[in-house]
Protein backbone atom coordinates (compact mmCIF):
# COMPACT_ATOMS: atom_id res chain seq x y z
CA UNK A 1 0.00 0.00 0.00
CA UNK A 2 1.27 3.68 -0.14
CA UNK A 3 1.78 4.80 3.74
CA UNK A 4 1.73 8.42 4.44
CA UNK A 5 1.36 10.39 8.04
CA UNK A 6 -0.70 12.91 8.73
CA UNK A 7 0.92 16.74 8.68
CA UNK A 8 0.93 18.24 12.14
CA UNK A 9 -1.99 20.61 12.81
CA UNK A 10 0.34 23.34 13.33
CA UNK A 11 1.33 22.88 9.29
CA UNK A 12 -2.22 22.17 8.36
CA UNK A 13 -4.08 25.19 10.16
CA UNK A 14 -1.61 27.76 8.51
CA UNK A 15 -2.59 25.87 4.99
CA UNK A 16 -6.24 26.13 5.38
CA UNK A 17 -6.30 29.81 7.38
CA UNK A 18 -6.43 32.18 4.19
CA UNK A 19 -10.48 30.15 3.72
CA UNK A 20 -13.64 30.69 5.54
CA UNK A 21 -15.20 27.21 4.72
CA UNK A 22 -12.79 23.93 4.26
CA UNK A 23 -13.85 20.50 3.18
CA UNK A 24 -11.54 17.44 4.91
CA UNK A 25 -11.67 14.87 2.65
CA UNK A 26 -10.35 11.29 3.48
CA UNK A 27 -9.66 8.26 1.56
CA UNK A 28 -11.06 5.04 2.20
CA UNK A 29 -7.77 2.77 0.90
CA UNK A 30 -4.18 2.81 1.41
CA UNK A 31 -4.21 6.00 3.79
CA UNK A 32 -7.04 4.50 5.76
CA UNK A 33 -4.87 1.34 6.40
CA UNK A 34 -1.84 3.59 7.73
CA UNK A 35 -4.11 5.70 9.85
CA UNK A 36 -3.48 8.76 8.22
CA UNK A 37 -6.47 9.73 6.00
CA UNK A 38 -9.67 7.63 6.27
CA UNK A 39 -12.99 8.46 8.19
CA UNK A 40 -11.84 8.41 11.49
CA UNK A 41 -8.75 10.71 11.29
CA UNK A 42 -10.55 13.14 8.74
CA UNK A 43 -13.31 13.40 12.35
CA UNK A 44 -10.18 13.76 14.77
CA UNK A 45 -8.66 16.11 12.79
CA UNK A 46 -11.63 18.22 12.15
CA UNK A 47 -12.22 18.16 15.70
CA UNK A 48 -8.94 19.14 16.27
CA UNK A 49 -8.89 21.83 13.95
CA UNK A 50 -11.83 23.43 14.95
CA UNK A 51 -10.96 23.53 18.00
CA UNK A 52 -7.30 25.11 18.02
CA UNK A 53 -9.01 27.82 15.06
CA UNK A 54 -11.70 29.00 17.69
CA UNK A 55 -8.90 29.35 20.29
CA UNK A 56 -7.92 31.73 18.44
CA UNK A 57 -10.83 33.59 17.13
CA UNK A 58 -10.57 32.47 13.50
CA UNK A 59 -14.18 31.29 11.83
CA UNK A 60 -13.54 28.69 9.20
CA UNK A 61 -16.06 26.21 8.42
CA UNK A 62 -14.60 22.79 8.31
CA UNK A 63 -16.89 20.18 6.55
CA UNK A 64 -15.70 16.56 6.60
CA UNK A 65 -16.15 13.99 4.08
CA UNK A 66 -14.34 10.59 3.05
CA UNK A 67 -14.70 8.98 -0.33
CA UNK A 68 -13.53 5.17 -1.03
CA UNK A 69 -10.19 6.64 -3.39
CA UNK A 70 -9.30 9.99 -4.41
CA UNK A 71 -7.47 8.13 -7.46
CA UNK A 72 -10.53 7.11 -9.36
CA UNK A 73 -12.62 9.41 -10.77
CA UNK A 74 -15.75 7.01 -10.10
CA UNK A 75 -15.34 7.73 -6.24
CA UNK A 76 -13.95 11.62 -6.86
CA UNK A 77 -17.86 12.74 -8.54
CA UNK A 78 -19.15 11.63 -5.39
CA UNK A 79 -17.31 14.62 -3.35
CA UNK A 80 -18.07 17.07 -6.26
CA UNK A 81 -21.17 18.73 -4.07
CA UNK A 82 -18.86 19.19 -1.00
CA UNK A 83 -16.41 20.61 -2.75
CA UNK A 84 -18.53 23.05 -4.80
CA UNK A 85 -19.92 23.87 -0.61
CA UNK A 86 -16.16 25.12 0.12
CA UNK A 87 -13.19 27.65 -0.45
CA UNK A 88 -11.03 24.62 -0.44
CA UNK A 89 -10.04 20.66 0.07
CA UNK A 90 -7.78 19.99 2.38
CA UNK A 91 -6.82 16.19 1.04
CA UNK A 92 -5.64 13.20 3.12
CA UNK A 93 -5.22 11.25 0.03
CA UNK A 94 -1.71 10.44 -0.92
CA UNK A 95 0.43 12.61 -3.52
CA UNK A 96 -1.61 11.07 -6.23
CA UNK A 97 -5.17 11.40 -4.82
CA UNK A 98 -4.41 15.15 -3.84
CA UNK A 99 -3.28 15.65 -7.23
CA UNK A 100 -5.89 13.74 -8.99
CA UNK A 101 -8.78 16.51 -6.82
CA UNK A 102 -6.46 19.21 -8.16
CA UNK A 103 -7.24 18.18 -12.09
CA UNK A 104 -10.82 17.44 -11.53
CA UNK A 105 -11.56 20.39 -9.88
CA UNK A 106 -9.86 23.16 -11.48
CA UNK A 107 -11.10 25.72 -10.08
CA UNK A 108 -10.59 25.11 -6.20
CA UNK A 109 -7.59 25.31 -4.15
CA UNK A 110 -6.41 21.82 -2.78
CA UNK A 111 -4.25 21.38 0.15
CA UNK A 112 -2.03 18.24 1.36
CA UNK A 113 -2.70 17.39 4.44
CA UNK A 114 -0.60 13.96 4.74
CA UNK A 115 3.21 13.72 3.90
CA UNK A 116 2.98 10.67 1.37
CA UNK A 117 6.07 8.19 2.51
CA UNK A 118 6.37 5.11 0.69
CA UNK A 119 5.06 2.23 -1.38
CA UNK A 120 4.89 -0.37 2.15
CA UNK A 121 2.99 -2.74 4.35
CA UNK A 122 2.37 -3.91 7.75
CA UNK A 123 4.81 -5.48 9.45
CA UNK A 124 3.63 -5.79 12.73
CA UNK A 125 1.20 -3.34 14.56
CA UNK A 126 2.02 0.26 14.37
CA UNK A 127 5.53 -0.32 12.10
CA UNK A 128 5.03 0.36 8.74
CA UNK A 129 8.20 -0.88 6.29
CA UNK A 130 8.90 0.43 2.97
CA UNK A 131 9.66 -2.21 0.88
CA UNK A 132 9.55 -0.58 -3.23
CA UNK A 133 10.63 1.98 -4.84
CA UNK A 134 8.60 1.74 -8.21
CA UNK A 135 11.89 1.29 -10.33
CA UNK A 136 10.00 0.03 -12.92
CA UNK A 137 11.81 -2.64 -13.99
CA UNK A 138 11.49 -5.93 -11.24
CA UNK A 139 14.84 -7.91 -10.15
CA UNK A 140 13.07 -9.34 -6.91
CA UNK A 141 13.85 -12.79 -8.07
CA UNK A 142 17.44 -12.21 -8.15
CA UNK A 143 17.70 -11.16 -4.32
CA UNK A 144 15.47 -13.85 -2.73
CA UNK A 145 12.40 -11.70 -2.46
CA UNK A 146 13.99 -8.82 -0.81
CA UNK A 147 14.64 -5.16 -2.05
CA UNK A 148 17.98 -3.74 -2.17
CA UNK A 149 16.72 -1.21 -4.08
CA UNK A 150 14.41 0.50 -1.43
CA UNK A 151 16.02 -1.10 1.62
CA UNK A 152 19.24 -1.13 1.52
CA UNK A 153 20.64 2.60 2.16
CA UNK A 154 23.00 2.38 -0.26
CA UNK A 155 21.41 0.71 -3.01
CA UNK A 156 24.01 -1.69 -3.30
CA UNK A 157 23.52 -4.67 -5.86
CA UNK A 158 26.22 -7.01 -5.40
CA UNK A 159 26.64 -7.46 -1.33
CA UNK A 160 26.97 -5.40 1.69
CA UNK A 161 28.96 -2.49 2.54
CA UNK A 162 31.52 -2.74 5.03
CA UNK A 163 28.73 -1.41 7.60
CA UNK A 164 26.65 -4.31 8.27
CA UNK A 165 26.86 -5.27 11.97
CA UNK A 166 24.61 -8.27 13.70
CA UNK A 167 22.52 -7.74 10.58
CA UNK A 168 21.57 -3.83 11.12
CA UNK A 169 22.45 -1.21 8.52
CA UNK A 170 25.44 1.31 9.42
CA UNK A 171 22.72 4.28 8.82
CA UNK A 172 20.09 3.07 11.65
CA UNK A 173 20.53 0.27 14.01
CA UNK A 174 16.79 0.25 13.95
CA UNK A 175 17.25 -1.17 10.00
CA UNK A 176 18.31 -3.87 8.98
CA UNK A 177 20.84 -4.63 6.52
CA UNK A 178 18.37 -5.62 3.96
CA UNK A 179 21.79 -7.59 2.35
CA UNK A 180 21.77 -10.05 5.65
CA UNK A 181 18.13 -10.53 4.98
CA UNK A 182 18.85 -11.52 1.21
CA UNK A 183 21.66 -13.65 2.38
CA UNK A 184 19.53 -15.70 5.25
CA UNK A 185 16.86 -15.89 2.54
CA UNK A 186 18.85 -17.29 -0.28
CA UNK A 187 20.64 -19.71 2.52
CA UNK A 188 17.65 -20.60 3.56
CA UNK A 189 16.16 -21.36 0.22
CA UNK A 190 19.49 -23.32 -0.36
CA UNK A 191 20.44 -20.80 -3.18
CA UNK A 192 23.62 -18.81 -1.48
CA UNK A 193 25.19 -19.42 -4.50
CA UNK A 194 23.49 -17.60 -6.73
CA UNK A 195 24.71 -14.56 -5.12
CA UNK A 196 28.22 -14.88 -6.33
CA UNK A 197 27.50 -13.55 -9.60
CA UNK A 198 27.82 -10.56 -10.72
CA UNK A 199 24.70 -8.01 -11.00
CA UNK A 200 24.92 -5.41 -14.14
CA UNK A 201 24.21 -1.84 -12.92
CA UNK A 202 20.47 -0.52 -13.33
CA UNK A 203 19.01 0.62 -15.83
CA UNK A 204 17.33 3.50 -14.18
CA UNK A 205 15.09 4.21 -17.74
CA UNK A 206 11.99 2.88 -16.54
CA UNK A 207 12.56 4.27 -12.90
CA UNK A 208 11.43 8.11 -12.18
CA UNK A 209 15.38 9.10 -13.50
CA UNK A 210 13.40 9.18 -16.44
CA UNK A 211 10.74 11.31 -16.27
CA UNK A 212 7.19 11.05 -15.17
CA UNK A 213 5.80 7.50 -16.13
CA UNK A 214 3.32 6.68 -17.94
CA UNK A 215 1.51 3.36 -18.42
CA UNK A 216 -0.74 2.73 -21.63
CA UNK A 217 -3.11 -0.52 -21.73
CA UNK A 218 -4.06 -0.40 -25.54
CA UNK A 219 -6.58 -3.16 -24.91
CA UNK A 220 -8.08 -0.87 -22.29
CA UNK A 221 -8.74 2.38 -24.58
CA UNK A 222 -12.38 3.25 -25.09
CA UNK B 1 45.60 -8.57 -11.96
CA UNK B 2 46.88 -6.58 -15.00
CA UNK B 3 50.35 -7.73 -16.15
CA UNK B 4 51.16 -4.48 -18.78
CA UNK B 5 54.57 -3.99 -20.23
CA UNK B 6 55.29 -0.45 -18.89
CA UNK B 7 54.52 -0.38 -14.96
CA UNK B 8 51.24 1.48 -14.44
CA UNK B 9 52.01 3.12 -11.13
CA UNK B 10 55.06 3.06 -8.48
CA UNK B 11 52.30 0.97 -6.00
CA UNK B 12 51.91 -1.28 -9.03
CA UNK B 13 55.53 -2.04 -10.06
CA UNK B 14 56.63 -2.76 -5.93
CA UNK B 15 53.46 -5.22 -5.44
CA UNK B 16 54.47 -6.95 -8.82
CA UNK B 17 57.74 -7.24 -7.50
CA UNK B 18 56.96 -8.85 -4.39
CA UNK B 19 57.89 -6.06 -2.42
CA UNK B 20 56.17 -5.53 0.90
CA UNK B 21 54.28 -2.39 0.29
CA UNK B 22 53.49 0.91 2.66
CA UNK B 23 50.59 3.03 1.87
CA UNK B 24 49.12 5.90 4.08
CA UNK B 25 46.31 8.09 3.92
CA UNK B 26 45.65 12.15 3.65
CA UNK B 27 42.73 13.54 4.06
CA UNK B 28 41.70 16.92 2.50
CA UNK B 29 41.21 19.56 4.30
CA UNK B 30 37.72 21.62 4.75
CA UNK B 31 38.80 24.08 2.80
CA UNK B 32 40.66 25.07 -0.34
CA UNK B 33 44.30 25.61 0.92
CA UNK B 34 46.53 23.65 -1.05
CA UNK B 35 49.44 24.30 1.93
CA UNK B 36 47.18 22.11 4.41
CA UNK B 37 47.54 19.12 1.52
CA UNK B 38 51.01 19.94 1.33
CA UNK B 39 51.55 20.07 5.26
CA UNK B 40 50.29 16.69 5.70
CA UNK B 41 52.02 15.27 2.41
CA UNK B 42 55.17 16.21 3.66
CA UNK B 43 55.21 14.15 6.76
CA UNK B 44 54.52 11.18 4.24
CA UNK B 45 57.08 11.65 1.53
CA UNK B 46 59.74 9.33 1.25
CA UNK B 47 58.00 6.89 3.92
CA UNK B 48 55.86 5.09 2.22
CA UNK B 49 55.02 4.19 -1.24
CA UNK B 50 51.95 5.90 -2.09
CA UNK B 51 48.97 7.82 -0.04
CA UNK B 52 45.84 7.58 -0.26
CA UNK B 53 43.66 10.86 -0.75
CA UNK B 54 39.94 10.53 0.49
CA UNK B 55 36.72 11.43 -1.35
CA UNK B 56 34.61 13.40 1.31
CA UNK B 57 35.37 11.00 4.02
CA UNK B 58 32.48 10.33 6.38
CA UNK B 59 30.17 12.24 4.27
CA UNK B 60 32.04 15.44 4.88
CA UNK B 61 32.73 18.16 2.56
CA UNK B 62 36.64 18.90 1.27
CA UNK B 63 38.95 19.76 -1.06
CA UNK B 64 38.22 16.95 -4.05
CA UNK B 65 39.92 13.96 -3.93
CA UNK B 66 41.21 14.57 -7.89
CA UNK B 67 42.38 18.15 -6.57
CA UNK B 68 44.31 17.19 -3.61
CA UNK B 69 45.63 13.93 -5.34
CA UNK B 70 46.86 16.67 -8.03
CA UNK B 71 48.64 18.93 -5.07
CA UNK B 72 50.46 15.13 -4.40
CA UNK B 73 51.53 15.10 -7.46
CA UNK B 74 53.17 18.08 -7.74
CA UNK B 75 54.81 17.39 -4.30
CA UNK B 76 56.27 14.02 -6.06
CA UNK B 77 54.16 11.54 -4.34
CA UNK B 78 52.27 9.38 -5.68
CA UNK B 79 48.62 9.59 -4.71
CA UNK B 80 45.81 6.80 -4.80
CA UNK B 81 42.76 8.52 -5.70
CA UNK B 82 39.68 7.22 -3.83
CA UNK B 83 36.32 7.52 -5.58
CA UNK B 84 32.98 6.64 -3.93
CA UNK B 85 29.63 6.37 -5.82
CA UNK B 86 27.71 7.83 -3.14
CA UNK B 87 27.85 11.16 -4.93
CA UNK B 88 28.54 11.10 -8.52
CA UNK B 89 26.57 9.12 -11.16
CA UNK B 90 28.19 6.61 -13.63
CA UNK B 91 28.27 10.01 -16.33
CA UNK B 92 30.29 11.91 -13.68
CA UNK B 93 32.53 9.05 -12.23
CA UNK B 94 33.98 8.47 -15.89
CA UNK B 95 34.55 11.57 -16.80
CA UNK B 96 36.28 12.18 -13.52
CA UNK B 97 38.25 8.87 -14.30
CA UNK B 98 39.47 10.26 -17.34
CA UNK B 99 40.22 14.22 -15.73
CA UNK B 100 42.39 12.14 -13.37
CA UNK B 101 44.20 10.03 -15.44
CA UNK B 102 45.30 13.11 -17.74
CA UNK B 103 46.58 14.96 -14.86
CA UNK B 104 48.92 12.14 -14.21
CA UNK B 105 47.07 9.81 -11.62
CA UNK B 106 47.57 6.61 -12.12
CA UNK B 107 45.78 4.52 -8.77
CA UNK B 108 42.34 4.28 -7.78
CA UNK B 109 40.58 2.97 -4.92
CA UNK B 110 36.76 2.38 -5.94
CA UNK B 111 34.28 2.91 -2.83
CA UNK B 112 30.52 2.95 -2.35
CA UNK B 113 31.38 5.52 0.59
CA UNK B 114 29.47 6.25 4.04
CA UNK B 115 26.21 7.41 3.93
CA UNK B 116 25.48 11.26 4.25
CA UNK B 117 23.73 10.86 6.98
CA UNK B 118 27.13 10.72 9.05
CA UNK B 119 28.77 13.58 7.54
CA UNK B 120 28.34 17.35 7.68
CA UNK B 121 25.10 18.01 5.71
CA UNK B 122 22.81 15.05 6.36
CA UNK B 123 20.28 16.68 4.24
CA UNK B 124 21.95 15.90 1.47
CA UNK B 125 20.59 13.71 -1.76
CA UNK B 126 22.67 11.10 -2.29
CA UNK B 127 23.33 8.78 -5.66
CA UNK B 128 24.58 5.58 -5.66
CA UNK B 129 23.44 5.35 -9.28
CA UNK B 130 26.08 2.48 -9.66
CA UNK B 131 27.95 0.33 -6.84
CA UNK B 132 31.53 0.30 -6.69
CA UNK B 133 31.63 -3.30 -7.61
CA UNK B 134 30.64 -2.14 -11.01
CA UNK B 135 32.99 0.87 -10.65
CA UNK B 136 35.53 -1.07 -10.44
CA UNK B 137 34.23 -3.49 -13.51
CA UNK B 138 33.71 0.02 -15.59
CA UNK B 139 37.21 1.45 -14.51
CA UNK B 140 38.85 -2.10 -15.86
CA UNK B 141 36.94 -1.76 -19.20
CA UNK B 142 38.45 1.79 -19.54
CA UNK B 143 41.66 -0.01 -19.11
CA UNK B 144 41.48 -3.33 -20.97
CA UNK B 145 38.91 -2.57 -23.64
CA UNK B 146 39.49 1.62 -23.68
CA UNK B 147 35.66 1.65 -23.97
CA UNK B 148 33.40 3.47 -21.06
CA UNK B 149 30.02 1.91 -19.68
CA UNK B 150 28.55 2.34 -22.96
CA UNK B 151 30.90 0.28 -25.18
CA UNK B 152 31.90 3.76 -26.55
CA UNK B 153 35.39 3.91 -27.48
CA UNK B 154 37.75 6.38 -26.10
CA UNK B 155 40.39 8.69 -27.05
CA UNK B 156 43.15 7.92 -25.09
CA UNK B 157 41.93 4.57 -22.38
CA UNK B 158 42.89 5.99 -18.96
CA UNK B 159 45.55 3.06 -17.83
CA UNK B 160 44.55 2.94 -13.86
CA UNK B 161 45.78 0.85 -11.07
CA UNK B 162 42.48 -0.38 -9.37
CA UNK B 163 42.09 -0.73 -5.83
CA UNK B 164 39.05 -1.55 -3.31
CA UNK B 165 38.13 -1.78 0.01
CA UNK B 166 37.42 -4.65 2.04
CA UNK B 167 36.03 -4.93 5.89
CA UNK B 168 36.61 -7.88 7.16
CA UNK B 169 34.96 -7.20 10.62
CA UNK B 170 31.36 -6.62 9.16
CA UNK B 171 29.05 -9.09 8.56
CA UNK B 172 27.87 -11.81 7.45
CA UNK B 173 30.95 -12.81 8.05
CA UNK B 174 30.78 -16.05 5.49
CA UNK B 175 30.00 -13.27 2.81
CA UNK B 176 32.70 -11.53 3.08
CA UNK B 177 35.37 -12.92 1.22
CA UNK B 178 32.28 -14.18 -1.26
CA UNK B 179 32.03 -10.49 -1.59
CA UNK B 180 36.11 -10.00 -2.29
CA UNK B 181 35.83 -12.67 -5.34
CA UNK B 182 33.13 -11.00 -6.86
CA UNK B 183 35.86 -7.87 -6.52
CA UNK B 184 38.64 -9.99 -8.26
CA UNK B 185 36.56 -11.04 -11.14
CA UNK B 186 35.22 -7.29 -11.34
CA UNK B 187 38.92 -6.59 -12.33
CA UNK B 188 40.41 -5.44 -8.76
CA UNK B 189 44.07 -5.51 -8.60
CA UNK B 190 44.65 -4.50 -4.72
CA UNK B 191 42.87 -3.99 -1.65
CA UNK B 192 43.28 -2.06 1.79
CA UNK B 193 41.75 -3.35 4.41
CA UNK B 194 39.42 -2.21 7.12
CA UNK B 195 41.77 -0.83 10.39
CA UNK B 196 42.62 -4.47 11.77
CA UNK B 197 42.50 -4.46 15.75
CA UNK B 198 40.68 -7.99 16.16
CA UNK B 199 43.59 -10.08 15.02
CA UNK B 200 42.27 -13.46 15.18
CA UNK B 201 39.00 -12.64 13.05
CA UNK B 202 41.49 -10.94 10.59
CA UNK B 203 43.19 -14.57 10.64
CA UNK B 204 40.22 -15.99 9.74
CA UNK B 205 39.07 -14.04 6.83
CA UNK B 206 42.57 -14.48 5.30
CA UNK B 207 42.56 -17.87 5.97
CA UNK B 208 39.32 -18.33 3.74
CA UNK B 209 40.57 -16.06 1.18
CA UNK B 210 44.03 -18.55 0.87
CA UNK B 211 41.40 -21.39 0.91
CA UNK B 212 39.81 -19.89 -2.39
CA UNK B 213 42.89 -19.03 -4.13
CA UNK B 214 41.99 -15.16 -3.84
CA UNK B 215 45.64 -14.18 -2.41
CA UNK B 216 46.75 -15.29 -5.59
CA UNK B 217 44.80 -13.02 -7.63
CA UNK B 218 44.95 -9.97 -5.71
CA UNK B 219 47.47 -7.74 -3.44
CA UNK B 220 45.75 -7.63 -0.07
CA UNK B 221 47.18 -4.44 1.96
CA UNK B 222 46.33 -4.47 5.63
CA UNK B 223 44.27 -1.44 7.51
CA UNK B 224 45.99 0.08 10.42
CA UNK B 225 45.34 3.15 12.29
CA UNK B 226 46.95 3.76 15.22
CA UNK B 227 45.04 5.09 18.77
CA UNK B 228 45.79 8.11 19.51
CA UNK B 229 43.88 7.69 23.27
CA UNK B 230 41.25 5.58 25.56
CA UNK B 231 38.68 8.64 23.95
CA UNK B 232 39.48 8.00 20.53
CA UNK B 233 39.18 4.06 20.80
CA UNK B 234 36.21 4.07 22.38
CA UNK B 235 34.96 6.42 19.70
CA UNK B 236 36.09 4.45 17.04
CA UNK B 237 34.73 1.03 19.12
CA UNK B 238 31.41 2.35 19.29
CA UNK B 239 30.24 5.24 17.11
CA UNK B 240 32.72 4.04 13.83
CA UNK B 241 30.77 2.27 11.47
CA UNK B 242 32.33 -1.19 10.37
CA UNK B 243 35.22 -0.84 13.05
CA UNK B 244 35.57 -3.57 15.42
CA UNK B 245 38.22 -3.02 18.43
CA UNK B 246 37.94 -5.85 20.88
CA UNK B 247 37.78 -5.02 24.54
CA UNK B 248 40.95 -6.16 25.69
CA UNK B 249 42.75 -3.52 23.38
CA UNK B 250 40.32 -1.07 24.86
CA UNK B 251 41.47 -1.54 28.49
CA UNK B 252 45.06 -1.81 27.31
CA UNK B 253 44.96 1.57 26.22
CA UNK B 254 42.50 2.86 29.00
CA UNK B 255 44.89 1.13 31.55
CA UNK B 256 47.64 3.31 31.22
CA UNK B 257 47.99 6.88 31.94
CA UNK B 258 46.57 9.11 29.80
CA UNK B 259 49.99 11.32 28.71
CA UNK B 260 51.40 7.63 27.80
CA UNK B 261 48.07 6.67 25.84
CA UNK B 262 49.32 7.66 22.66
CA UNK B 263 53.12 5.92 23.24
CA UNK B 264 50.56 3.20 24.09
CA UNK B 265 48.60 3.67 20.54
CA UNK B 266 51.77 3.30 18.88
CA UNK B 267 52.65 0.40 20.49
CA UNK B 268 49.75 -1.85 19.70
CA UNK B 269 50.04 -0.58 16.46
CA UNK B 270 53.88 -1.74 15.86
CA UNK B 271 52.40 -5.29 17.04
CA UNK B 272 49.96 -5.41 14.89
CA UNK B 273 52.09 -4.57 11.73
CA UNK B 274 54.68 -7.70 12.99
CA UNK B 275 51.85 -9.86 13.05
CA UNK B 276 50.81 -8.72 9.69
CA UNK B 277 53.97 -9.63 8.42
CA UNK B 278 53.62 -13.02 9.21
CA UNK B 279 50.14 -13.89 7.74
CA UNK B 280 50.39 -15.65 4.07
CA UNK B 281 48.94 -13.55 1.29
CA UNK B 282 49.53 -10.02 3.15
CA UNK B 283 51.09 -8.04 0.49
CA UNK B 284 51.71 -4.73 2.60
CA UNK B 285 50.02 -2.35 5.45
CA UNK B 286 48.20 0.51 4.89
CA UNK B 287 48.37 2.91 7.46
CA UNK B 288 45.50 5.78 8.45
CA UNK B 289 46.76 7.75 10.83
CA UNK B 290 44.25 10.30 11.02
CA UNK B 291 45.00 13.60 11.50
CA UNK B 292 48.01 12.06 13.01
CA UNK B 293 50.29 12.04 9.95
CA UNK B 294 53.84 13.14 11.34
CA UNK B 295 53.85 9.76 13.23
CA UNK B 296 53.53 7.81 9.90
CA UNK B 297 57.61 8.21 9.82
CA UNK B 298 58.25 6.83 13.36
CA UNK B 299 56.03 3.79 13.02
CA UNK B 300 57.92 2.47 9.81
CA UNK B 301 60.82 3.08 10.41
CA UNK B 302 59.94 1.29 13.89
CA UNK B 303 58.28 -1.38 12.20
CA UNK B 304 61.88 -1.92 9.91
CA UNK B 305 60.53 -1.18 6.90
CA UNK B 306 62.47 2.00 5.75
CA UNK B 307 64.39 2.90 3.85
CA UNK B 308 61.15 2.99 1.40
CA UNK B 309 62.29 1.51 -2.40
CA UNK B 310 63.39 3.91 -4.96
CA UNK B 311 60.45 4.30 -7.31
CA UNK B 312 60.84 3.41 -10.61
CA UNK B 313 59.57 5.20 -13.69
CA UNK B 314 56.16 4.91 -14.41
CA UNK B 315 54.39 5.52 -18.02
CA UNK B 316 52.89 9.18 -16.24
Redesign the interface.
Known amino acids: MIVGEQKKIAEIKELVEPYGKVLILGCGTCVKTCFAGGEDEVATLASGLRLALSMEGKEIAVEELTVERQCEDEFIQQAAAAIARNEAVLSLACGAGVQDIARTFPKVPVLPGVNTTFIGILEKHGLFTEECLGCGDCKLAIFGSVCPIARCSKKLLNGPCGGSKDGKCEVDPSIDCAWQLIIDRMKELGQLGRLKSYVEPKDWRRSNAGGPRKLVRQDHIV | MSTPTAPISNLQNLLSQGEFVVTAECGPPRGADADAVAKKVAYLKGFVDAVNVTDNQTAIVRMSSIAASTHLLQQGVEPVMQMVT?DRN?IALQSDIMGAYSLGIRNILCL????Q?FGSQPDAL?V???????LI?AVRTMRDEGKD?SGFELKGAPRMFIGA???P????F??RV??L??KI??GVDFIQT?CIYNMERFKAWMKMAREEGLTEKVHILAGVTPLKSAGMASYMAHKV??MDIPESLLKRIADVPKEKASREGIAICLETIEELKTIPGVRGIHIMAIEWEQKVEEIVRAAGLLPRPAQAPTDC
Open positions: RRSGDHSNFDIDSLHRMAENFADPEYIRAKDAQAG
